[in-house]
């Protein structure tokens, strides 16, 4: 081979591992998911998709999108978050995006991360995906949904913002709205919101403030004023409290608010939960306190399923 094909081969191969690196260093997708991408804007945008064995082939199919925390990955939240079980069995379609280096630009006002120095225009990816998905595959473009997680969750509420009119419903984890969002309510799109938040989480403070625990990531509000915003753009006047259980021996007490009237918004309030998704795989202590007697995954389906966009 000559030295200039050898090498121009050589450089291929090394880019291509590059790549593989920077979607994913440790982990491989679950069995029968499928790596895809897009160029978006110039940058090559990755994603894991789900596509449940046995779909009805005349029936448009729900579309999720699943976003994963600062630092994730899609496979990271995919076991995470066990919806490639729940969808087998729903019959719905989940797509896990790939944040640029791991980051969404959610909103907050910071630069430690490229996707925000740069304004990377993740909403403008994420419809994209849409657009993308849809032209492949039978969507219901009525039950089109996006949760997520820490930062993901965050990005969820930024696809609110600006996409209520393509979403029928988001969820959060972990997440409350970057102060920067705040400023653009009341949003002229009503949309359902369901949020899940503990009241220990080191990460994102419930009484709202700086995210992170060493260096400042941005500013976020309360938990409770991100819903009651959510609630007031909504045109929700009713407001109902209940406890869905109580504290016991490693379970904490749980309480739902429900914003209706409107478009519904609902908060789990979790009494001492930490920076986790509930129900879904055990983290490290770094995060607080687990919680396990509440399956977010569930739950958050069982919402979304309630939601169409008309």
């Not at 998709?49 to 990955?73: R, W």
């Amino acid at each position: 081979m000559p030295v200039g094909a050898y090498l121009v081969t050589l450089i291929f191969i090394v880019t291509i591992i590059a790549e593989t690196a920077t979607f994913d260093r440790t982990q491989r997708p679950p069995r029968g998911d499928r790596l895809e991408s897009i160029v978006y804007q110039g940058i090559t945008r990755r994603y894991l998709i789900h596509i449940p064995p046995n779909l009805p082939q005349k029936k448009e199919i729900p579309l999720v999108f699943v976003l994963h925390g600062g630092g994730g990955t899609p496979v990271s939240v995919a076991r995470l978050t066990g919806f490639n079980r729940l969808a087998d069995s729903a019959g719905f379609i989940v797509v896990y995006p790939q944040a640029v280096n791991r980051h969404w630009n959610d909103g907050r006002d910071i630069t430690k991360y490229r996707s925000h120095r740069e304004n990377i225009d993740d909403t403008g990816f994420i419809a994209a995906l849409i657009d993308t998905i849809g032209c492949r595959m039978k969507i219901d473009r009525s039950r089109i949904y996006a949760c997520g997680i820490s930062n993901g969750g965050m990005m969820c509420h930024r696809l609110g913002c600006e996409i209520a009119d393509r979403l029928a419903a988001i969820a959060t984890v972990a997440a409350a709205l970057p102060e920067n969002l705040a400023r653009r309510f009341p949003l002229p799109t009503p949309l359902p919101v369901l949020m899940f938040n503990g009241t220990a989480d080191p990460f994102v403070p419930y009484e709202g403030g700086l995210v992170g625990i060493t260096a400042p990531r941005g500013q976020v509000l309360g938990v409770e004023a991100t819903a009651r915003l959510w609630a007031e753009s909504n045109r929700n006047a009713k407001i109902q409290t209940e406890r869905v259980s109580a504290a016991g021996r490693d379970k904490p007490e749980i309480i739902r608010i429900a914003y209706t009237g409107g478009a519904e918004v609902i908060l789990y309030k979790i009494i001492g939960g930490g920076h986790v998704w509930p129900g879904g795989k055990k983290r490290s202590r770094h995060y607080g306190p687990h919680v396990q007697s509440l399956n977010a995954t569930a739950l958050i389906w069982e919402f979304f399923s309630r939601h169409h966009r008309h």
